[in-house]
């Protein structure tokens, strides 16, 4: 015959439909209810936190050392991903240099077509730009330049006069 009930983390018995007993209940919104206050950790809900932190040191510890065990994984997820935005942008501007027509990948930056970048990069920058881009269907404003004509763009007060360009102002 079924049983309505289990065994809670203190042994009591508890309802099928909770996580704990009334007892470990009760105390744990109390403790919830101590954190919200800044009296103890937010995590363990028993030792007093850092001053001015939500945590105390030893969960502090503990979530760094899990946080610096995952850093490789989440660094190649993040590296993966910029990569794949950054392919769908250089074929939504058509894949090469608008200058020189310099079509290598690795080589080829995004650039504001009216100087405007500084302002830009100040609500945008890297994957958000990127992702902002293609949400917006690869707005005007923007192209592919090389990394040689994009520094010359900068140097020559805004036009690109490359030797080795094919379109003239850019």
Request: aromatic residues 4%; charged residues 30%.
């Amino acid at each position: 015959m079924p049983t309505n009930t289990e065994t809670c983390i203190c042994g009591a018995p508890k309802k099928l439909t909770h996580a704990l007993c009334g007892t470990c209940r009760t105390n744990k919104s109390r403790a919830t209810k101590k954190a919200k206050a800044g009296d103890v950790c937010k995590q363990c809900l028993t030792r007093k936190p850092l001053k001015g932190k939500t945590w105390c040191k030893a969960c502090r510890d503990v979530r760094q050392a899990w946080e610096d065990a995952r850093a490789p994984e989440r660094r190649d997820k993040h590296r993966q991903r910029h990569q794949r935005l950054r392919g769908l942008v250089n074929r939504g501007y058509g894949g090469m240099c608008k200058c020189c027509g310099e079509d290598y990948q690795p080589f080829l930056q995004v650039d504001h077509v009216h100087n405007d970048g500084a302002r830009d990069r100040q609500t945008r920058a890297g994957t958000k730009l990127l992702t902002y881009l293609i949400r917006e269907g690869y707005p005007e404003g923007y192209q592919l330049l090389c990394a040689n004509c994009n520094m010359r763009k900068h140097t020559a007060g805004g036009r690109c006069d490359c030797p080795r360009s094919r379109l003239q102002n850019v």
